[in-house]
């Protein structure tokens, strides 16, 4: 009998510095950079494997690290993909619904701004099932990096409570460049060659960041960051991390 695997998510908040804080940011930028361009190259049918190399010497990051951000890209357009058909059929439903609020709206209140403003709102909603019908037959994908919700509060500044566009530009630079990916393999140390975690002698964790050589000449090759502890699955975590490195050892030791 085959076993399944059980794999099991843990979580911490990092108490950064200044300097480590701008480091991340900078990484974060980066990664968001690239992706936005990555999704470019592909949705203009380019091979991910065939740019490689060309993104890594052009926005200078290591071959690992333009993997972490091809899996994360994959991994959001899969997301899309796979919710366009719900996405169709709750416009299907909106729009019988609307049409039965028009019908009996134009047998009680003919000519009534109630039915124009119905009407109109049935019209987008046509529009907008076209759209994403044509999506599904084309295989297209959109994707607006940094959310759609937050892209529209622009408009509605005062509504959204914005001093001024400035204000909203900023929050949706940072919502464009919040997070980064790493990607890791059970044959590199600690499961993770460009974030390699260790157990320091006081049982918190270490990381050695592997920064993009794009950032390198500012920051360095890597960005240590310690003290770390999780409040959930720490032992278990530490107790993994050693048990990687007795079988490292081990097997040098043959």
């Not at 911490?12 to 900078?26: F, P, V």
């Not at 600690?190 to 990381?207: F, H, K």
Request: charged share 30%; hydrophobic share 35%.
């Amino acid at each position: 009998m085959v076993r399944k695997r059980h794999t099991v998510t843990y979580q911490t908040r990092l108490k950064l510095d200044e300097e480590a804080a701008a480091i991340l940011d900078q990484y974060a930028l980066l990664f968001g950079v690239v992706e936005r361009k990555l999704f470019a190259q592909l949705c203009a049918g380019a091979s991910a494997s065939q740019i490689k190399p060309d993104f890594c010497r052009r926005y200078g990051l290591t071959a690992r690290q333009f993997n972490s951000i091809r899996i994360t890209l994959a991994g959001k357009m899969a997301a899309v993909r796979g919710a366009l058909p719900r996405e169709i059929e709750d416009l299907k439903w909106r729009i019988e619904r609307a049409q039965k609020v028009i019908e009996r709206l134009a047998r009680r209140a003919p000519g009534s701004r109630a039915l124009h403003e119905k009407k109109r709102r049935l019209e987008r909603l046509g529009q907008r099932l076209d759209r994403l019908m044509e999506d599904q037959r084309a295989g297209r994908v959109r994707i607006c990096f940094g959310g759609r919700r937050l892209f529209r509060r622009q408009f509605h500044l005062e509504e959204n409570s914005y001093r001024g566009h400035e204000q909203w530009l900023a929050e949706w630079r940072r919502a464009r460049a919040n997070q980064f990916f790493v990607v890791g393999s059970g044959d590199e140390t600690s499961g993770n060659q460009s974030c390699v975690a260790a157990v320091a002698e006081d049982g918190t964790l270490r990381l050695r960041l592997r920064l993009p050589p794009a950032l390198e000449n500012e920051y360095g090759r890597y960005l240590e960051i310690g003290g770390i502890r999780f409040s959930h699955g720490h032992d278990e975590i530490v107790a993994a991390l050693e048990s990687i490195t007795i079988k490292t050892t081990t097997s040098r030791g043959r």
